[in-house]
């Protein structure tokens, strides 16, 4: 029996590096926030999974759920405090071996805190001759709060002190104005209007004051500031004593300065409007606004006023430094907008809002930073194409809230992993190739290229075919066409075979086509259409005369497909001959025979493979033989008979042929000693047009003898008596 003991040999993994929720602030504790997710392939105790937090501040706050990794809210969350809480998690499994995750939780904003008024009473002296829109003075505000929940949803009303509508606010800025003219009312000098801003939230808070307007009669002038408003900044610790700024007016006579707003850390000059602090400031916060409203009142009892705005900063000591201080990281291509990349995390040991951090991408494109978490994110209307671009350099600025802002600057590169997005493309849609017939089995046809721009297993293409084929295969990796069987291009000369190139997971599929033409290999010998072949001829046709036409064929194509011919051996073979197209035609003639019909062999080689040979008979049948009669006893006498007369007419003849030659003879030396003619211009000789004779020279035509030309066209022998006799109407002759 064998025992397999398992083996603690993987460690737990977190589904990802970082996890961000969002909580809203003020919730009850035990509220779920979200779910850590780990995996381990061990079983066992050594697959079971222990979720805990590294202990700091932040993590405090929250609870998480040892087996179920069910992170609960533990303390009690106040946005306007701290907007977010980052801290690590861990995974332990029953091995010990552990995975570690950053958290990070945004506190969603609720609208726990009411609009302040600084300073909730105003002061303002303005003339009644003041025009229709004048402006009086701009109601300031402050949320804790943001979005509709603070300012962005201020909304500024007059309540009352207002019954003769002298005045009007604008409900978004907050501006007072002059609505209708206050000199219709000279009698009234003062007026105290109720002011109310509210926020926007789902039920909303409100903040109310006072503004409290001296309008002076036409002819009186109040004292008036050097401007409306002053605006100082001090940096903290301010001691007290220490002089913020000075204030001047003009009027009637020496003036008098007082501060009007209660409950300041201020005083002022009573002569001289210079004001100073009365205790010491020291704030933690990045600025601590005070705003406060100063009076200047004349001998006559006139007033007018100014706004003071003192911003106190915190001394920024320390700058923001990244942990660690450059990072690598990598996400899929094709991630969409939005897409969480990695968490860029900065400390600063100041405390308040100088050691409030604030992230921003400093260079680079393609991503965005949140401000308040440092959580990169695939920036909206972007497309992220590893074979377009492969990796990002991203510089990430931390910026704290001191003045001036401290900063520090770190490098995150982004590598894009591939993703199987590309389809292989081949190098031609249509592959043309040949093959010639019967070659071996493997024999090589043609090779298919894909290319894909993908990479890794995505981007290995194998090659398929779309539909079996007996005869051609391709190699899955190579795209080498070969063929599976010896083809036989007269049965059939072409084929199509479809080529799909495939790649990774999910894997995409392309089509290529390949034309396959298949080439003639010389393996068919030519065939005679007719295995006879028939003519006939007059045996003394001229030369050229066609008889017949003999055809032979052949299956392959080409120059493997023209036959040669030629005439094989008989009695009148060298009298006849037969072209590259098969006719056959007289070569010599007359044709010497003795009997009218002819069996003649004829044949045809495939003009590049002289061993393939078809044969065929050619029937030939000859006409207008001249008669031939046996000689008898008695012809063979009148035979010798004529001979001896046919002596007598043979010197006659060549007495004859002798005198025309002279006179030929005469003719030429006359002609010699005459001006050259054309040629073939009429010489004074003519013949006659029946006869043939020599007109005026007194020479008859010896082939015509008495008779007529067309008497002889056709004549005809007979043997008698061993003599032979030609019969040709009035003018024969006998030999």
Known sequence: MVTVTEENDHQPLFTHPWYHFYVTEGSKMGVSVGNLVATDVDSGSFGMLTYSFLPNAASAAFKVGPANGTITVNAALDREKKRFYSFQARVTDGGALFDQARIIIYLNDMNDNAPVMQPNVYYVSMSQAAPQGTGVVAIRASDRDIGTNGAAGFVYTITGGDSHTRFDIDSTTGIIRVKNPLNALPTITNYVLQVMVSDSGSKPLTATGKVNITAHPINQVAPQFVFPSYTVTMQSPAASGAVVTTVSATGNGTLVYRIKTTNVPFGVGRSTGIITLRQTINTDTRISNWIFTVQATDRNGLVGFTVVHVNFLHQNEYAPVFQPLNRQTAIDENSPPGTSVAIMHATDRDTGSDGTITYSVLGGIGFDVDASSGLVTVAAMTTLDRETRASYNLVILAADGGSPSLTATSTLQITLNDVNDNAPVFTQ??????????????????????????????????????????????????????TLAPLDR???????????????IPAHQTVCHVDIYVGDDNDHGPVFTSATYSGTVSYNAIIGTEITTVKATDADIGTNAIARYWIGNSIISSYLNVSDSGVVYILESPIPAETPEFTIPVFAADSRNASLVANTTLLLTLTDLPIIVEPTLASAQSSSANLSGGVVAGIAIACILGTLLVVVLVVILVRRGQPRHEPFANDGIKYDADTGDLAGVGISNPMYSSGSAAAIENPTYAMTGGNVQGEGGEGGYGL
């Not at 072409?494 to 790649?503: K, L, P």
């Open 429 to 482: 849609p249509i592959y043309n190739a040949s093959v010639l017939e019967n070659q071996p089995i493997g024999s090589y046809v043609t090779t298919v290229v894909a290319v894909d721009a993908d990479i890794g297993s995505n981007g290995n293409v194998t090659y398929t075919l779309s539909r079996a084929n007996p005869n051609f295969g391709v190699d899955t990796l190579t795209g080498v066409v070969k």
């Open 490 to 504: 007269e049965g059939t000369n072409y084929y199509e075979i479809t080529v799909n190139a495939d790649d990774g």
